[in-house]
């Protein structure tokens, strides 16, 4: 349905407050969420490096002071 001026805009207030509602339920969920995720990638991509301590030594007798990278 097209929401004109002439047209009755209850339609684009209700979607609207159902919005407001999902997000004033938890505004900080979706950041804990979002910390959350990068710390158990880190925690993950500092477990590689462990894992792969060797193989990183070798690399850096040819690439001094490389790392690899954290995505």
Known sequence: MLI????NNKP???AYSA???LTD?????DTNQ???EILLRYEAY???CI??????????KYIP???????
């Open 12 to 14: 684009m207030h209700i």
């Open 46 to 48: 500092q477990a590689a």
């Open 65 to 71: 002071g490389w790392l690899p990278a954290f995505r």
């Open 19 to 21: 919005m407001q509602q």
């Open 34 to 36: 979002a910390d959350q």
């Open 51 to 60: 894992k792969y301590n060797k193989e990183i030594s070798d690399i850096q």
């Open 25 to 29: 339920r938890h505004p900080h969920e």
């Open 4 to 7: 004109t001026e002439k047209s």
